[in-house]
């Protein structure tokens, strides 16, 4: 029989596009922050969510994990149309993706390992409090940490550190996709290229779909695939970076081509 490639890990079960965003609309009172939106997301890919602030990029992920209910429009996760079902029919799909937040989010109260335990915890009961520790402590390795740090509280670490302890504990149910909201933010350059590689090893190994929110330019041309650019209510554009510099909109201009932008481009050159 010839040789076939095995499948990676996920492929068997993730559709393609894994998230398809269709007319979203979001408004709080009169401010309307999406209006008819539209985004889908290939699998296996790390998109790079860009846009002013306050265009709604974190509206946007919250929107397509579940925890934002939009005003209009359709949002499909995983095969499962997520602005359709209620919390407990979420259950199923909620525990395919991991999100790290702004900041990481992590329990004061808690360690780093018991930090990551919390979604085992959650989603699967079952797990016996050794296996559960277990688990545990080979995300907290997998995210980069040293091992000590599976007893440390959130206060103990660096702000780099913090950032992995999130990372670990979204990867904690083995995720499908990955939400990242502005992973290296608040980071000095070389922790963030640190952490742009693992975001990009770890998506390799495991199989990852990324969603990256980011103002981080370096982050962009190093790690991401497409980067859909968020401006005028909607994704005005998304492509590869040359592709989005062919558009000629002017916020991609003024952000591609600003001092900024040449300096990371030229980095990546050097
Ligand atoms: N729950 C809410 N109630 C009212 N307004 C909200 C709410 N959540 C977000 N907004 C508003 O929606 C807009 C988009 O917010 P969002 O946090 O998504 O922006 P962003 O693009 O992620 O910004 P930044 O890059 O600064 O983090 C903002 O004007 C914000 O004030």
């Not at 602005?83 to 909620?94: C, E, I, S, Y």
């Not at 979604?119 to 050794?130: G, N, Q, W």
């Not at 959130?154 to 904690?172: D, H, I, Q, T, Y």
Request: one cysteine or more.
């Amino acid at each position: 029989m010839p040789y076939t490639e095995p499948e990676a890990p996920h492929e068997r079960f993730c559709p393609d596009p894994p998230i398809v965003v269709s007319g979203l609309v979001n408004r709080f009172g009169d401010f309307t922050v999406h209006d008819g939106l539209d985004l889908e997301v290939r699998r296996g890919e790390i998109i790079g969510v860009v846009g002013g602030s306050g265009t709604g990029k974190s509206v946007l992920m919250r929107s397509i994990i579940g925890l934002q209910r939009p005003t209009a429009g359709d949002i499909d996760v995983l095969g499962r149309r997520i602005t359709d079902t209620d919390l407990d029919q979420r259950v199923g799909v909620r525990r395919r993706w991991g999100v790290l937040f702004q900041g990481g989010a992590l329990f004061s109260t808690l360690t780093v390992g018991e930090n990551v335990e919390v979604p085992l915890k959650e989603f699967y009961p079952e797990i016996s409090p050794k296996l559960r520790r277990e688990i545990a402590r080979y995300k907290v390795l997998l995210s980069g940490l040293p091992e000590e740090a599976v007893l440390k509280y959130p206060n103990e670490l660096s702000g780099g550190m913090k950032k992995r302890a999130g990372l670990a504990r979204a990867l904690a149910l083995d995720p499908e996709l990955l939400f990242l909201d502005e992973p290296t933010a608040g980071l000095d350059p070389i922790g963030a290229a640190a952490f742009d590689r693992q975001t990009r090893d770890l998506k390799e190994t495991l199989g990852l779909t990324v969603f990256l929110i980011t103002h981080d330019l370096d982050t962009l041309y190093e790690i991401c695939d497409r980067v859909a650019v968020l401006a005028d209510k909607k994704v005005i554009a998304v492509g590869t970076i040359p592709e989005l510099l062919e558009t000629r909109h002017p916020w991609i201009d003024e952000y591609f081509n600003g001092p900024r932008g040449r300096s990371a481009l030229a980095a990546r050159r050097a």
